[in-house]
């Protein structure tokens, strides 16, 4: 069974950083793209960054330059490092990928970013 945790959520500062980890657990391949999402209260959840299976990264332009996603291999986790957290940001994020049709997610972890 494929099963994604994350951990890592709590109250920030703005300004202030945060670090996310996501692993994989079950029979979720090593080098399968992994992402993480974001979701308010009201809105759509919204991708935030993207480690396709190569290693190409992508980022929502909102975290461009502040947030930078990263996988380790060996123990199958990814990583969400968030720097210079602006109060927009407060969210549930989720960590998600494919296996074969079929999308897997973890059950979210809140960040808070208030002063």
């Known amino acids: 069974q494929a099963r994604l945790e994350e951990a890592g959520g709590g109250l920030v500062q703005p300004g202030g950083s945060l670090r996310l980890s996501c692993a994989a657990s079950g029979v979720i391949p090593r080098f399968s793209t992994m992402a993480w999402y974001r979701q308010v209260p009201g809105k759509q959840r919204e991708l935030v960054a993207a480690?396709?299976?190569?290693?190409?990264?992508r980022y929502a332009d909102s975290v461009k330059g502040r947030f930078t996603i990263s996988r380790d291999r060996v123990k199958n986790t990814v990583y969400l490092q968030m720097n210079s957290h602006k109060p927009e940001g407060t969210a549930v994020y989720y960590c998600?990928?494919?296996?074969?049709?079929?999308?897997?997610w973890g059950q979210g972890t809140q960040v808070t970013v208030s002063s």
């Open positions: 998600k990928t494919n296996l074969g049709p079929n999308e897997v």
């Open positions: 480690i396709i299976g190569g290693g190409e990264l």
